[in-house]
């Protein structure tokens, strides 16, 4: 492997100065990144919704990952985290554990990265950390935003005979992740990549299902596994049909649309959807909020006394997952 | 280097329920940690202070550190920032990038010594994300404090004509350090190696330096280069005695007390003690509060027109500092 020299790059504060300190400006409490710590002063009637989430290199990304959608990536799977929870994003903490191979160019994409999206979700960089490490290459996330005081849409909230919904379609990133490891050709599944690569959190979703979800979380470990934490945080039992689970055509083209490429997407993981429970006399609001915010929104099964997280034929039997998702161990 | 088999050790949620849940019991808005986010509504009348630092097996710490002073170093020295700006530390996020070789014993140390700082300082566990790694070992933490709303004690305050003060001894932590590398023996200098792994964070102090102090902030980087930072903030120049600058009898054993040792001490970094201004006119009501908390504080210099850190001897003339600090690259 190839490792530049540390010269080929600024030092610690010219990178902060030069790179950093201006995705701070427009943020006041940010004290343009000069000071020890960011000063947030929280509008009246808010809680502030706290999340910490970090991307590390060979486990999340990949070196070859274009910088600028490495960053937007390590920013996002926090946004998605306020998105389920129905919070406006406004700040963010970084932490940068950098080896010697990222150069400047390197550096100023990763920049350019987290601009676009600053600029594209309405927050601002607040603060951060920049350690050197022998590698690899990680970037840590801590994230806030806002809700009205209560109004946050918790794990907790599922209740029997409440309906299931996720947004979006299940199993891209999953997809795109194999086909970068060589499962097939990258050229014919892009859109696959992308969804690897970039998540799109559901911030307008999540802000609409305020009220109207009775308990929500984002799809980040896999479907299954996430529906797995809700049902427990909830103490209820969740039921899944399988063919109900959303499939994009891209990944139907990768995998098929059987019940394996079903159970496959299904613990995939890396989905940065919205899963979430409604009363079942809230389904009309439901798909009003999905239209209105035209984000494709699936119901695809139910709450039920009891507990865990089952995924079922259509003839209603019990199809057995042995893998439900990602762990990191 | 030996590694561990990964089920020398429970998966990631169960580490998680085991060892980390009840680091959030006493804190509602944790949410046991049992979904996506942490909700902090702050009290009225407050700002609310962010800092984030991380520590890094082989740059900031080594494997052989017990594990609860790993833990309480990671923890500390985002306290030591909060403790600079006067604030009172109310919670924080760990993110715990973690290779194989860490054992359960080795995590439980850890937790153990997350649980001892949380009831010393009175904050708590709120959140947090586990990231497997190829390694290094490194640990992330984002805390928060309070301030009565516009109370923070900034870098930015320092006005010609003040006087500069430090609380504590300078250069311990790296004499603990060069120790720690074979400098001189472990068994004779353990105060040192103490003051290199567990930081003191000067909370205390801080608070009560509240409208006393016009610009403050920790000593991390190395007082001068800390200094620097503190006179560009503000837009002055500082001079600081060598021959004032405190050094403990422990220091002096290793290193001596001439001009040399000081320069060194000045330059060492990771002291976590609090380098502030105050003006002149202030300077009884600084050593009063410094009698009221039971910290030593010195006076080693005064703020100037200008700009820039120079260090004097005794004739006033400027020694040169080839090497004013530590920066990561």
């Given at each position: ?56 290199e060979s ?91 209560g109004a ?25 992740l194999s ?151």
């Amino acid at each position: 492997m190839k490792t530049r020299k540390p010269d080929a790059r600024p030092g610690e504060f010219e990178l902060i100065e030069k790179l950093f300190a201006p995705l701070a400006r427009n943020a006041p409490g940010a004290l343009g990144l000069g000071d020890d710590v960011a000063v947030l002063a929280p509008p009246a009637g808010v809680d502030v919704l706290l999340k910490t989430d970090a991307i590390v290199e060979s486990v999340d990304f990949f070196r070859e990952d274009p910088a600028d959608l490495v960053a937007q990536k390590a920013l996002r799977v926090n946004l998605s985290d306020l998105a389920a929870k129905g919070a406006e994003p406004a700040g963010y903490l970084l932490t940068l554990f950098l080896p010697e191979w990222p150069d400047l160019g390197w550096l100023e994409s990763f920049a350019q990265g987290l601009a676009r999206d600053q600029a594209e979700f309405g927050l601002s960089l607040m603060g951060g950390d920049m350690s050197s490490t022998p590698g690899p290459l990680a970037v840590s996330v801590s994230a806030y935003g806002f809700v009205p005081s209560g109004a946050m849409i918790r794990r907790a909230g599922a209740r029997a005979g409440d309906c299931v919904f996720v947004s979006g379609t299940i199993g891209d990133s999953g997809g795109g992740l194999s086909v970068l490891k060589g499962e097939a050709l990258a050229a014919e599944h892009q859109h696959l990549i992308t969804r690897y690569r970039t998540p799109q959190p559901r911030l307008a979703l999540g802000r609409a299902l305020r009220g109207v979800a009775s308990a929500a979380l984002d799809v980040s470990d896999g479907l299954l596994a996430d529906l797995g934490h809700l049902a427990r945080a909830s103490g209820v039992a969740i039921s899944i049909d399988a063919t109900r689970i959303p499939l994009s055509a891209d990944l139907m083209s990768l995998w098929g649309d059987d019940l394996d490429a079903r159970c496959r997407a299904a613990a995939a993981g890396d989905d940065y959807e919205i899963a979430f429970a409604a009363p079942s006399a809230a389904r009309d609001a439901v798909m009003a909020v999905a239209r209105q915010v035209g984000v494709a929104v699936s119901e695809i099964g139910r709450v039920e006394e009891g507990q865990g997280v089952r995924l079922l034929d259509v003839a209603g039997r019990e199809i057995p997952v042995p893998h439900k998702g990602f762990t990191h161990f």
